[in-house]
């Protein structure tokens, strides 16, 4: 529990740190403030929605009276629809992502971690429930501590596979990882996730040492754990090739993201935060 | 152990080259070490395979050069000596013999380097040693240490003559045995072989003989209208070509080359000739030939007058007379002088300006005024005037009862007549020459003899005057020096009327004495003889010559010797001078004989190329750290673990190493951009430090207060080289003048003319503004200024006038006061139809800018400020001196303001009346 008071400030102050990121999108900006979703239709809510004429089997106190009283007719005050969403965040502990190019580099977890808090910040904010694969998703700040707490956990495997597991239906989904590892149980997942009504977001964190692969000469490439070994003469001659596959999996999983109506991004940890997190936020907002 | 020129100290470390395949087949076993990388991507890279698998093992290049940096290492190790040295040093004391002559002069650095060599081997080994020069006089020679000869070595020089009668050197030669180590310059000389075989008589002798052939140049001749040069050499080898030199003073007094020729050797031969023709004027200037790139004496032939054909010019009687040939006032002169001087003829008035060296009056009594004051400035310059008198002049009044400018003496009424038929006496012989008398030494025949001449008066100065005279003593020959020349009378005729003495070959060697005609070939003792001759110019044995100095004459006796037989240590070559004529004295004569050295048998002959013992270990150690430092290097590469920047090490280290193709920026660019980045104020340096700083200061002082009260904001002032530097960048020349400055050569006087006619201008600062003008005659600094500005493209000059231009530029003044108040300032002067127009308060001045402005008033002093910005000098007392300090600075605000602007402020004289034309 070390990491956790300091990853949570960080969040904290990354969280508090967007609303000025937003001034311009006003949008986003204003939604920030009401903390609530609209949904754009007449249903529960606080918020105005619009007047229209009453019709049979309108409650009677359900009537406007100020504004059916400048008119003939009769109008209700309808409210906008406002519902609280469910999202679950899957962050990939794996070994992979323990990895960092360059020694003033934090590893992509640290960045993987910082975004999924920043995001539960957000979303809790605007009265959103938050859940982890596993964790059953809660809205309020007290599931922050729960969620920070979660998050710290570690996987033992060199690359994490994705779950459906902990999916609310016709809820969102965040998930944060390298996609280094095999494709098939992000496959099932967005399947088993388009099955279910879930809709989300695929964020791929990089480090810029993978996007380059800034390697000469002979080289033996080990996987985090060592469990995967490549040799080559002449690493300068694979680069060309490694960056075509590198680009080939992007492509993929911007495919099964699209086929299935989910967003796909790839974040660097060489960039700032903020624009993962502000498009994380954006893509979330958009899928409704 | 050694191959060759090669030897190794420790022979058996080169085993350890065997081992070298060994290390081959392991080094080739064992490819570098790969990196080992923690990397995700790994997932990706599974199942890419190499393109190239042959990198499995150590390339070879690399095996290459670690099998090489090793192998160097060993070599090195083994400690290879390149030229090793096998002799062994004998012992006993050592002699060493230099020729030290003139064929020494061309190699001898190497003979001293070769001989220090000798000395330290000797000094090493501990033996005693003595060093001859074989040149001096034999004196006793005396066995030292080799430190004590180490210093006297350095100090020795070659001598300009040949080692002479070396069997002299036997009797000085120390008792006992010694070796003998003779450096010999290759040639034969009097007395070798019997030196040669006294000295194997003692121990070993060694002969070094210096490679290359001895070149020697003839005196040159003068032969059909050609100069004939001669060359020879010693080994008869192929044929080469040799190019010579003919050198002496152009028009302006500075040595240079006034022709070349080239000698072609036929292969086999040991003489080249070559003729050279040039003009007469450039031959007559030629004063020295020199084989190209030989430092020796015998390469270098002195001329003297031989080469030399002066203009003579001859008048005879104007009026032509009708008369046999023989009878011509100048037809012995003709015979005597045309084939050794170039003759001019026609009327006096047309021959003088030719400028001829002699002009010869032959019997012509009366000249005219322009005539003799022509006559007279062109004595003045150094001219001979040569007259012989005649029936005209006898009947003449000439130089009668007064003595005439152009007569050495007064002359009697009527001459006198001897041994004719309507006399008593004898026909006169001539009295033996006396001593003094440019004649002295010659024979006189006894057949010539004077039946007729004209008599001097007895004047105080006739026996002074008398250079030659009759048995009788009665003068024939007097002489008057006029400025720098001379007058001298012959008392007969230049015909065969009242003499003989024109029909013998004692007249042309008179004419010869007086400088009259030049001798055509070699000079023989009796031309010499009977004169002293002064060295005037002395030539060591690297051919340069040197000034003489303050030398006692030689004998003309001893000169015609030497110059048979070749000069010695009492006659160094060079020039002598008796008088008006001059004789050169060279090494090689026309007959001295080349030959070489024959040595006794059995006489060891050595090169002189010295071949030093080189140790070997260092440099191939310090090879193989840099093949190892460069197998680092290409193995980091080879593993990847050389970053990316490293890897354009090659090629940031070709862009160091490309020769830099573009011109770099020169101290003359940098200055150029100096000058010009804004107006700079220029000074001329003087050469005297103090001016110079208070010029600097000055203009600095001045530039501070334009700054300040203008809007000319000058950068800091330069100081200009006049010879250097380029005049282009500059508005203005602040000139201080100093009495000892140089003056300008030829090409700055067209830079600084080109200045002035461009548009810029120099003031001119005599700074004797304090006492100029105390007395009548000019200060130094005025006359030094007369001296620089007498090149210059200067208008007349008038001073300011009150409506100049200058007094009213930006400040309105009067008076131009610098650090001195009251001293006229002059500038150009107005065109003379310069009219005040109706209604200016100014004439229409100078239109254009002046381009001197010339003053005394030490103005650079009035503005001086040092670093602190204070003034450096004083000027005047107290407030009223202040008061002069800024009318001074206003000075110099109005004379930049003039420089800069030209006649604006003068044409702002128009402004009222064109606002009159424009109305209101």
């Not at chain 1, 049979?56 to 406007?64: F, K, L, Q, V």
């Not at chain 2, 006229?824 to 107005?830: G, L, M, P, Y």
């Amino acid at each position: 529990m070390s990491l956790s008071p300091d990853l949570r400030a960080r969040a904290e102050t990354l969280g508090q740190s967007l609303p000025a990121l937003l001034a311009e999108a006003e949008y986003l900006a204003a939604t920030l403030m009401l903390g609530e979703h609209g949904r754009r239709r007449a249903g529960q809510g606080d918020e105005f929605w619009q007047y229209r004429p009453a019709q049979n089997g309108d409650a009677a106190r359900s009537i406007d009276w100020r504004r059916s009283a400048r008119s003939d007719a009769h109008f209700i005050r309808e409210r906008e629809w406002q519902a609280a969403q469910s999202v679950t965040l899957w962050v990939d502990g794996a070994r992979s992502m323990g990895f960092s190019g360059a020694a003033e580099r934090a590893p992509k977890l640290d960045r993987a971690r910082l975004l999924a808090l920043a995001l539960t910040v957000l979303l809790l904010r605007g009265g959103e429930r938050v859940g982890l694969a596993g964790l059953p998703p809660r809205p309020g700040r007290a599931q922050l501590l729960v969620l920070a707490q979660a998050l710290q956990a570690e996987d033992s495997a060199d690359y994490g596979a994705v779950t459906a597991e902990g999916m609310v239906g016709h809820g969102r989904a965040v998930f944060l990882s390298d996609f280094l590892g095999k494709l098939e149980p992000v496959e099932t997942t967005l399947a088993a996730a388009a099955e279910r009504g879930v809709r989300g977001v695929l964020l791929q964190v990089l480090d810029p040492a993978e996007e380059e692969f800034p390697f000469d000469g002979r080289t033996i490439f080990e996987s985090m754990s060592g469990s995967l070994r490549h040799e080559t003469q002449s690493a300068g001659d694979l680069r060309g090739r490694y960056l075509q596959r590198l680009a080939e999996r992007k492509d993929r999983l911007a495919e099964l993201a699209g086929a299935v109506g989910w967003h796909y991004h790839c974040h660097h940890t060489g960039q700032a935060a903020q624009s993962a997190l502000l498009w994380a936020y954006q893509a979330l907002e958009g899928g409704r | 152990m050694s191959f060759g020129a090669l030897a190794f100290t420790a022979p058996w470390l080169l085993l350890g080259l065997i081992a070298l395949p060994i290390l081959w087949l392991l080094l080739r076993a064992v490819p570098p070490a790969p990196i080992v990388r923690r990397f995700p991507g790994v997932a990706l890279l599974l199942g890419l395979t190499d393109e190239d698998r042959q990198a499995d093992k150590t390339p070879w290049w690399l095996l290459l050069l670690r099998a090489l940096a090793v192998a160097a290492a060993i070599v090195g190790f083994a400690g290879p000596v390149f030229n090793p040295d096998h002799r062994s040093p004998g012992t006993g004391p050592l002699l060493i013999l230099l020729d030290g002559g003139w064929a020494d002069a061309r190699d001898w650095p190497k003979r001293m380097d070769k001989a220090a060599a000798l000395l330290g081997e000797a000094g090493r080994s501990g033996r005693k040693v003595a060093v001859v020069r074989l040149t001096d006089t034999a004196q006793p020679v005396l066995f030292q240490s080799a430190e004590a000869w180490t210093g006297r070595l350095a100090a020795m020089q070659p001598q300009p003559w040949s080692p002479d009668a070396l069997q002299t050197w036997i009797a000085a030669l120390p008792e006992g045995s010694f070796d003998s180590y003779w450096l010999a310059d290759g040639l034969a000389h009097k007395g070798q072989a019997d030196l040669a075989t006294a000295l194997q008589a003692r121990g070993n002798l060694t002969v070094i003989e210096a490679p290359g052939s001895v070149l020697a140049l003839r005196p040159a001749s003068f032969v059909d209208g050609d100069i004939v040069l001669k060359a020879a050499r010693l080994s008869a080898a192929g044929a080469t070509d040799l190019e010579v030199l003919a050198r002496g003073p152009d028009p302006s007094g500075i040595d240079r080359e006034l022709a070349r020729g080239t000698f072609h050797f036929e292969a086999g031969a040991t003489e080249a000739e070559i003729k050279l023709t040039l003009p007469p004027e450039l031959r007559n200037r030629v004063n020295r030939f020199e084989l190209l790139g030989q430092r020796s004496a015998g390469a270098v032939s002195l001329s003297d007058d031989s080469l030399k054909r002066r203009k003579i010019a001859l008048i005879g009687d104007s009026a032509d007379r009708e008369g046999l040939q023989l009878l011509s006032p100048t037809h012995y002169l003709h015979q005597a002088l045309s084939p050794v001087a170039d003759l001019l003829e026609g009327g006096l008035s047309d021959v003088v300006p030719a400028n001829p060296d002699v002009i010869i009056l032959a019997d012509v009594a009366t000249l005219t005024q322009p005539e003799t004051d022509a006559l007279l400035a062109w004595l003045d310059k150094g001219g001979l005037l040569l007259r012989f008198a005649g029936p005209r002049l006898a009947a003449s009044e000439v130089s009668r009862s007064a003595e005439d400018a152009l007569m050495p003496v007064r002359l009697r009424e009527g001459g006198r007549d001897l041994g004719g038929a309507m006399s008593w006496g004898e026909a006169k012989a001539l009295a033996p020459f006396a001593e003094g008398s440019p004649f002295h030494g010659l024979d006189i025949p006894a057949d010539v003899t004077v039946s007729q001449q004209v008599l001097a008066q007895p004047d105080p100065d006739l026996v002074s005057r008398t250079i030659a005279a009759l048995a009788d003593g009665t003068p024939l020959v007097t002489r008057k020096a006029v400025g720098a020349g001379q007058v001298v009378l012959f008392h007969v005729t230049a015909n065969a009327e009242w003499s003989n003495l024109p029909l013998s070959g004692l007249f042309v060697q008179m004419l010869e004495r007086l400088a009259v005609s030049t001798r055509p070939a070699q000079p023989e003792a009796k031309d010499l003889a009977g004169l002293t001759w002064v060295p005037e110019k002395v030539m060591d044995a690297f051919g340069v010559e040197t000034n003489a100095g303050e030398v006692a004459g030689v004998e003309g006796a001893a000169l015609a010797a030497a110059i048979q037989t070749g000069p010695h240590a009492g006659l160094p070559p060079g020039l002598y001078a008796s008088t008006e004529r001059k004789v050169a004295l060279n090494v090689i004569a026309a007959d001295t004989v080349i030959a070489a050295a024959d040595w006794p048998a059995g006489t060891v002959v050595d090169g002189i190329e010295m071949v030093k013992a080189q140790a070997l270990k260092g440099l191939l150690l310090s090879l193989a750290m840099v093949l190892l430092a460069a197998d680092v290097v290409a193995a980091l590469w080879l593993s990847g673990r050389l970053g990316r920047a490293a890897r354009a090490l090659p090629l940031i280290l070709a862009v160091l190493f490309v020769p830099h193709q573009g011109r770099a920026q020169t101290p003359e660019d940098l200055r150029g951009i100096e000058a010009t980045r804004g107006v700079v104020l220029a000074h001329v340096l003087t050469g005297n430090a103090e001016v110079d700083r208070v010029a600097q200061a000055g203009l600095y002082g001045l530039g501070e207060t334009l700054w300040q009260r203008t809007s000319i904001e000058p950068e800091p002032p330069m100081g200009v080289d006049i010879e250097k530097d380029d005049l282009a960048f500059f508005p203005f020349l602040y000139w201080p003048i100093t009495p000892d400055q140089p003056i300008p050569s030829q090409a700055a006087y067209t830079k600084l003319n080109r200045f002035l006619r461009t548009g810029g201008m120099i003031l001119f600062d005599t700074r004797d503004g304090d006492i100029a003008g105390l007395s009548d005659s000019s200060t130094p600094e005025g006359q030094m200024l007369k001296l620089i500005a007498s090149g210059l493209d200067i208008p007349p000059l008038e001073p300011i006038p009150k409506d100049h231009v200058l007094t009213r530029s930006f400040y309105l003044l009067q008076d131009f006061p610098g650090r001195y108040a009251g001293g006229t300032v002059w500038v150009e002067a107005a065109a003379p139809d310069a009219e005040q127009l109706e209604g200016m308060p100014f004439r229409n001045l100078n239109d254009g800018v002046t381009p001197v402005i010339i003053g005394g008033a030490d103005w650079a002093s009035a503005w001086a400020l040092d670093e602190n910005y204070m003034t450096m000098f004083p000027v005047g007392r107290g407030y009223a001196g202040e008061k002069q300090r800024e009318i001074a600075y206003r000075f110099g605000v109005n004379v930049i303001m003039h420089v800069l602007t030209g006649n604006y402020k003068s044409d702002q004289v128009h402004v009222p009346a064109l606002l009159e034309r424009l109305g209101e």
